[in-house]
């Protein structure tokens, strides 16, 4: 990590009104929870791992159902905390109201609630992937907690069905699936945010996934400038007016620094 880049990126934060924050897997991974993309993520070393997330797989496939299942169960995000990282965007929330600027939006490709774990404001943050702390029947829609299906699966349920009087559906936690629509509402907000902030940081992604990364660029169209953090190359380096490398519980912190 270069301590110029990091004081340019700092220089930027400190120097804006109106923040828009990005955050990949890469935020979350010294919270235990492993990519998908990267040099070890789940789907570079298993790549038959990618048909769980596939909504017709997972919902006409038993097979591929049981294996999510004990996927879900054995994830490392029923024991994660919030990073460093994560702390710092929270208390960087609470400074800028202190200051009367604004953090206007966590735009998360993330599913694993650390944000909100970490005291970021609900109304902030927008998982564009969906959250899978909660389970939802496709069948009559009943929501509940995922570690209470869990549990179930630990205590020897292959494929849990829905529990509610006379349903029995195909339950699956509320992340997006491949071949699924993204949240209009939520993709909706993100844009906002893009076309109201004067600062855009991309934290932990490659920036390889659209609609998300498109963000960058059509916040740097609408006048923002953009730092990007992240320990490997990205698809928009060559855009950003900072580009910090290195480890992001290192970095995150300092660059928010009030």
Wanted: glycine share 8%; hydrophobic share 45%; net charge negative.
């Amino acid at each position: 990590m270069s301590t110029d880049d990091l004081a340019d990126a700092r220089d930027l934060v400190q120097a804006a009104q109106r923040v828009f924050v990005l955050t990949g897997a890469g935020i979350s991974t010294a919270a235990g929870i492993p990519d998908f993309r990267g040099p070890q993520g789940l789907w570079t070393l298993d790549p038959k791992a990618e048909l769980i997330s596939d909504i017709d797989h997972y919902l006409y496939d038993d097979e591929v159902r049981a294996a999510a299942w004990q996927r879900r169960a054995a994830q490392a995000v029923w024991q994660a905390q919030p990073t460093a990282a994560h702390r710092a965007l929270a208390d960087f929330e609470q400074s800028q109201l202190e200051r009367g600027r604004h953090l206007l939006a966590i735009a998360t490709q993330n599913t694993d609630g650390l944000h909100q774990a970490a005291g970021s404001s609900d109304e902030l943050v927008h998982e564009v992937h969906g959250n899978a702390r909660l389970t939802r029947c496709e069948d009559c829609g009943h929501l509940q907690p995922t570690a209470d299906v869990v549990a179930r699966v630990q205590a020897g349920e292959p494929d849990p069905r829905c529990q509610e009087p006379g349903c029995g559906g195909v339950l699956r936690a509320t992340v997006i699936l491949f071949g699924e629509m993204l949240v209009r509402e939520v993709l909706d907000a993100c844009v906002e945010a893009a076309v109201s902030c004067d600062l855009v940081v991309a934290i932990g992604s490659t920036l390889s996934v659209q609609p998300v990364a498109g963000l960058v660029p059509y916040a740097i169209a609408h006048g923002a400038k953009a730092v990007i953090v992240n320990a490997e190359a990205t698809e928009y380096d060559q855009l950003a007016h900072a580009r910090v490398w290195g480890d992001i519980e290192q970095v995150v912190p300092e660059l928010f620094r009030p």
